[in-house]
């Protein structure tokens, strides 16, 4: 099972980028998905999260307004709109996939991960 994050890199803030998440390995249409993201010398925390329907999604105060969680069951795909990107926002972006018994902003309850994009915000 892998989970492949692409589409970070460097953007001036106000800009935005478009984070996909590819999964293989086996379907997680019946599963939900998240971001996370971590900051150097900063713990890794909850961007935003969708059910596996995406019938239900969950954002961060700090990114409520200028992200946008999707997904793409039919190709095992989720993705992370993100508009008006601040400097804050720089940071190793990871996808999550695989949640169980804990809260969906929760990251001990997601068990596969991808590798993380960076995604880095000039000011």
């Known amino acids: 099972v892998q989970l492949q994050a692409s589409g970070g890199g460097l953007v001036q803030a106000g800009g935005s980028l478009r984070l996909s998440c590819a999964a293989s390995?086996?379907?997680?249409?019946?599963?939900?998905m998240g971001w996370f993201r971590q900051a150097p010398g900063k713990e890794r925390e909850f961007v935003a999260a969708i059910t596996w329907s995406g019938g239900s999604t969950y954002y961060a105060d700090s990114v409520k307004g200028r992200f946008t969680i999707s997904r793409d069951n039919a190709n095992n795909m989720q993705y992370l709109q993100m508009n008006s990107l601040k400097f804050e926002d720089t940071a190793v972006y990871y996808c999550?996939?695989?949640?169980?018994?804990?809260?969906?902003?929760?990251?001990?309850?997601?068990?596969?991960w991808g590798q993380g994009t960076l995604v880095t915000v000039s000011s």
């Open positions: 390995g086996r379907t997680f249409s019946s599963s939900d």
């Open positions: 999550a996939a695989g949640r169980t018994f804990f809260q969906i902003v929760d990251p001990r309850g997601y068990i596969y």
